[in-house]
């Protein structure tokens, strides 16, 4: 019998603590989920104190200013990011701005076109943007490079991929923080766009972080069953992960349900993206787990809307119209309208960046992938990665005990061991804050 309820469980039929019933999800049932999840991935509570500094500002484009800031993530680290804001600044404490964190896929961090792009595009919308470095990339990587995939390499169990994607989802709920922290943000607008390895990390930080007003998922929110595309995806930053939240039963309606009752979601993608696995989904899988979503909510309020680009493949689709425009509905962007959206031009993105030199991941540049992308705008101009440092490169030597992943890895593994033999943990809370 248990292992008939097992089977069951694995499945998806049977969901575990009393959601098998439809409308059965309780506010308290909700809440208990959430932290059942952030223990499950290691998320520290409380958060740790965000110590957020400015290193420099600077205007990357007209219209637009930025910040080059760090703040606290995890045992002692600390997360160098870019936050890009509108000019001029609001005039009043009423006038108080939406937010926008752009969360990477794999290789991507605060130096990738998307993300510079989609600053400069949002931040002239009125929003304040964040973009940061990932795990392991650009300033947070021991050579300071970007596109190395350094996470990936991680050697570990369960246990340590649990605490890599506990880091992800806790530098996600730390942009929230940062941003809320901030004078100029509206903290009930804020919304984060996850693409790639994004879209899986948001669609676990979405489900946990109720301060989210509205989630995008683009290039993924294809939470399968067992043994499907996400069960067996990159082992330590994703498959294992996904893998420990078998005990959620239905684990995408489950997540999805968890999103309804926080804000709007969308997904979005192409049909013919064959890197996640998209294409062999398509439109019918989504619209059953929608429907399984539903019966676990008792009712589609909230639910997950969906937009597919026919014969697109893997792209940041955050940055066309369509996305933009969801985005204005739900975050209500001070210089944008349905209007002035519809009449905007676009940009493709494989001419934009030859234009001005900037460089794309070349497994992504394609025509049916990033670089076919119709991004919003005409006027967005080109970078060179300096622009986008938040640290000279003695000041990041200086700082790089506190930046980088290995720094980590030693303070998780430091962790794991004295879990396991009992011992209390020390992680390295203050370090990150003794160099200001």
């Given amino acids: 019998m248990m292992d008939r309820l097992l089977v069951l469980m694995l499945a998806g039929i049977l969901l575990p603590h009393g959601l098998s019933h439809a409308g059965s999800l309780t506010a308290e049932r909700q809440e208990s989920l959430r932290v059942e999840i952030r223990q499950n991935f290691f998320v520290p509570d ?7 500094v400015t290193q420099r500002r600077f205007e990357p484009a007209p219209g637009v200013a930025a910040e080059a800031v760090t703040y606290a993530t995890q045992l002692g680290t600390r997360v160098p990011a870019i936050l890009y804001l509108p000019k001029p600044k609001q005039k009043t404490a009423a006038d108080r701005i939406p937010a926008l964190i752009i969360v990477n896929g794999h290789g991507g961090d605060k130096y990738s076109w998307y993300s510079y792009y989609s600053g400069i595009l949002y931040a002239r919308a009125g929003a304040a943007v964040l973009t940061y470095d990932q795990a392991g990339e650009g300033e947070r990587n021991a050579q300071r490079k970007s596109g190395t995939r350094t996470h990936d390499r991680l050697k570990g169990d369960d246990v340590l991929a649990r605490r890599l994607a506990g880091l992800m989802i806790t530098d996600v709920m730390q942009a929230v923080s940062y941003l809320a922290s901030r004078p100029e943000v509206d903290p009930r607008r804020i919304g984060a766009t996850g693409y790639s390895l ?25 939470l399968d069953g067992v043994d499907g595309y996400w069960d067996n995806a990159k082992p330590m930053c994703q498959g294992l992960p996904y893998r420990s939240l078998r005990f959620l039963g239905d684990r995408g309606a489950v997540i999805y349900a968890l999103h309804a009752s926080r804000g709007p979601t969308l997904i979005y993608n192409g049909l013919a993206d064959s890197v996640v696995a998209i294409d062999r989904h398509g439109e019918p899988f989504f619209a059953d787990l929608r429907q399984r979503t539903i019966k676990l909510r008792g009712g589609g309020d909230g639910v997950f809307d969906t937009g597919f680009v026919a014969k697109a493949s893997h792209r940041p689709y955050f940055i066309t119209r369509p996305v933009a425009l969801w985005l204005e509905k739900h975050l209500d962007m001070p210089n944008w309208t349905a209007e002035s959206l519809a009449a905007m031009p676009t940009t493709h993105i494989a001419q934009w960046a030859q234009k001005y030199d900037v460089q794309m991941d070349k497994l992504y ?25 938040v640290f000279t490169p003695e000041q990041w030597r200086f700082h790089k005990q506190e930046l980088t992943f290995e720094t980590w890895v030693d303070a998780a593994r430091l962790a794991v061991q004295q879990q396991r033999t009992g011992q209390k943990t020390k992680p390295l809370e203050n370090r990150a804050n003794r160099r200001k």
């Avoid at 879209?199 to 294809?222: D, I, M, T």
């Avoid at 025509?367 to 060179?384: K, S, Y």
């Fill in 198 to 222: 994004g879209s899986f990390v948001l669609a676990l930080s979405g489900a946990v972080e109720p301060r989210l007003k509205a989630c995008v998922l683009v290039g993924g929110g294809n």
């Fill in 46 to 52: 409380p958060l740790p104190s965000l110590n957020g």
């Fill in 365 to 389: 540049a394609a025509e049916d992938r990033e670089g076919g992308t119709p991004a919003l705008g005409n006027d967005i101009p080109g970078f060179q990665r300096d622009q986008l440092s």
